[in-house]
T-cell receptor, first 116, second 112 residues
Framework: DQQVKQNSPSLSVQEGRISILNCDYT??????FLWYKKYPAEGPTFLIS?????DKNEDGRFTVFLNKSAKHLSLHIVPSQPGDSAVYFC???????????????FGKGTHLIIQP | DSGVTQTPKHLITATGQRVTLRCSPR?????VYWYQQSLDQGLQFLIQ???????AKGNILERFSAQQFPDLHSELNLSSLELGDSALYFC???????????FGSGTRLTVV
C-alpha cells in the first residue's frame, strides 16, 4: 500500500511557465513533508519542506502548498528553467513521540521535462 | 559534493555472495539512513541509526543488516544476494531527525 503517491510519472512544461507537481498521502500521522530533486547518477537533493502546521512555504522559485484536509501537497516552480529538468520526489515523515522521526516515505517520483 | 560519502560507487557480484556498503555522514550529523532504489519501487527506507543505535526499521530484509560505528560511519551488509537485490543503495544523514536529509551519491549494486 503506497502511503505517498505521485500519480504523474512525467510532466512536460515550457520554459518560463509554471510547473506544478502533485503528491497525495494516506497516512494521517505524517506531519513533515519534503520535496527532493534527483538527477541521473546522483543522490536526491533536498529542495524544500513544510511542516503540517503550515499551509505554504516559499523559497525563491519554489513554493510548496499543503492541504491537510485533502491530504495533498504540491510543488510550484515559477518560472521553470531548463536546469529544473529532473525527477522530483515527494516525501513524508512522522515524528516519534520521543523525538526523532522514522525514515522518509517517498513517492515514486515525477519526471519533469522543461522544454525550450 | 553533498558531504555524505558512499563507497564503493559500483559493485558487481554473484548471487549468494555477501557485500558491505559504506557510508560516511556529513560532519556533525548523528543520524544515518539507508535507502534502496530499485526500478519499480522508487526509494524505499531500509533502516535508521542515531548516534550508534538503531532507531527505526523500514522494509529491510532479514538478509540485510547495518551498524553505525563510534566515528558515526555506517555499513550496510547484504548477504545471500539475489538478482532482485540489484539496485541503487543510498545513504543519507541529518543533524536532527525530520530535517532535510542530505543524500550521498549512492552505490549501484548489480547481482549477476
Amino acid at each position: 500500500d503506497q502511503q505517498v503517491k505521485q500519480n504523474s510519472p512525467s510532466l512536460s512544461v515550457q520554459e518560463g511557465r509554471i510547473s506544478i507537481l502533485n503528491c497525495d498521502y494516506t497516512n494521517s500521522m505524517f506531519d513533515y513533508f519534503l520535496w527532493y530533486k534527483k538527477y541521473p547518477a546522483e543522490g536526491p537533493t533536498f529542495l524544500i519542506s513544510i511542516s503540517s502546521i503550515k499551509d505554504k512555504n516559499e523559497d525563491g522559485r519554489f513554493t510548496v502548498f499543503l492541504n491537510k484536509s485533502a491530504k495533498h501537497l504540491s510543488l510550484h516552480i515559477v518560472p521553470s528553467q531548463p536546469g529544473d529538468s529532473a525527477v522530483y520526489f515527494c516525501a513524508a515523515s512522522a515524528r516519534r513521540s520521543g523525538g526523532g522521526a522514522d525514515g522518509l516515505t517517498f513517492g515514486k517520483g515525477t519526471h519533469l521535462i522543461i522544454q525550450p | 559534493d553533498s558531504g555524505v560519502t558512499q563507497t564503493p560507487k559500483h559493485l558487481i557480484t554473484a548471487t549468494g555472495q555477501r557485500v558491505t556498503l559504506r557510508c560516511s555522514p556529513r560532519s556533525g550529523d548523528l543520524s544515518v539512513y539507508w535507502y534502496q532504489q530499485s526500478l519499480d519501487q522508487g526509494l524505499q527506507f531500509l533502516i535508521q541509526y542515531y548516534n550508534g543505535e538503531e532507531r527505526a526499521k523500514g522494509n529491510i530484509l532479514e538478509r540485510f543488516s547495518a551498524q553505525q560505528f563510534p566515528d558515526l560511519h555506517s555499513e550496510l551488509n547484504l548477504s545471500s544476494l539475489e538478482l532482485g537485490d540489484s539496485a541503487l543503495y543510498f545513504c543519507a544523514s541529518s543533524v536532527a531527525a525530520g530535517s532535510g536529509y542530505t543524500f550521498g551519491s549512492g552505490t549501484r549494486l548489480t547481482v549477476v
